[in-house]
């Protein structure tokens, strides 16, 4: 019922920017925060950025090129990449944590978009 469609990946020289975007569709939920991960091909998944109550954590590895915003009516969260690296290079999920008021209590959800593939050429 809840879905994260990702989009703008994908072939950016290296220096270049993009802008990642994830819409959160579905019924009966509060979104909590939200994130951005990634993972590179033989590494694990890792941290990019994420987002809950105005607050914003970044990994160090992008602080000062990366930016997570959102649209809140939209249910949209944003990354806007700049200065990119090739080692930038990994497929992004955006991740989700809901809640919803169910059997007059709160259960929390964690969703996942499909992954967009992000290529950085040097």
């Known amino acids: 019922q809840v879905q994260l469609v990702e989009s703008g990946g994908g072939l950016v020289q290296a220096g270049g920017s993009l802008r990642l975007s994830c819409a959160v569709s579905g019924s009966s939920f509060v979104i909590d925060g939200m994130g951005w991960y990634r993972q590179a091909p033989g590494k694990q998944r890792e941290l990019v950025a994420t987002?809950?109550?105005?607050?914003?954590n970044y990994a160090d590895s992008v602080k000062g090129r990366f930016t997570i915003s959102t649209d809140n009516a939209k249910n949209t969260v944003y990354l806007q990449m700049n200065s990119l690296k090739p080692e930038d290079t990994a497929v992004y999920y955006c991740?989700?944590?809901?809640?919803?008021?169910?059997?007059?209590?709160?259960?929390?959800?964690?969703?996942w978009g499909q992954g967009t593939q992000v290529t950085v050429s040097s």
């Open positions: 991740n989700a944590k809901l809640r919803k008021w169910q059997l007059r209590t709160w259960h929390e959800y964690d969703y």
């Open positions: 987002t809950s109550g105005g607050s914003t």
